[in-house]
């Protein structure tokens, strides 16, 4: 199982990122999935988690700004990432589960929001 996660970069506040998560060894259809992220000096948070059918979850403060999405055919799932703010500053893992335990996580892929 391998979960690989890419995108991440720097951007203003305001501003808007796609990271992805290339997902080998099962199929996306199959799991429910989750992106997490861990702000600098802070504990690890649930951001977003997609389930197989499609249901979502988003954390209260990334709601109406952030949008999980998967392509199954490519094995990839996706956060789109809107109106960032400094507070978005994370590192942000894609995750196998729905709220735990992850036993499957990927390496991070930084976000910084700083003008």
């Known amino acids: 199982v391998q979960l690989q996660a890419s995108g991440g970069g720097l951007v203003p506040p305001g501003g808007s990122l796609r990271v992805s998560c290339a997902v080998s060894g099962f199929q996306l259809i199959d799991y429910h999935m989750s992106w997490l992220r861990q702000a600098p000096g802070k504990g690890l948070e649930r951001v977003s988690s997609i389930a197989g059918g499609g249901f979502t979850y988003y954390l209260d403060s990334v709601k109406g700004r952030f949008t999980i999405s998967k392509d199954n055919a490519k094995n990839t799932l996706y956060l789109e990432m809107n109106r960032l703010k400094p507070e978005d500053t994370a590192l942000y893992y894609c995750?196998?589960?729905?709220?735990?335990?992850?036993?499957?996580r990927g390496q991070g892929t930084l976000v910084t929001v700083s003008s």
């Open positions: 995750a196998r589960g729905w709220d735990g335990p992850y036993v499957f």
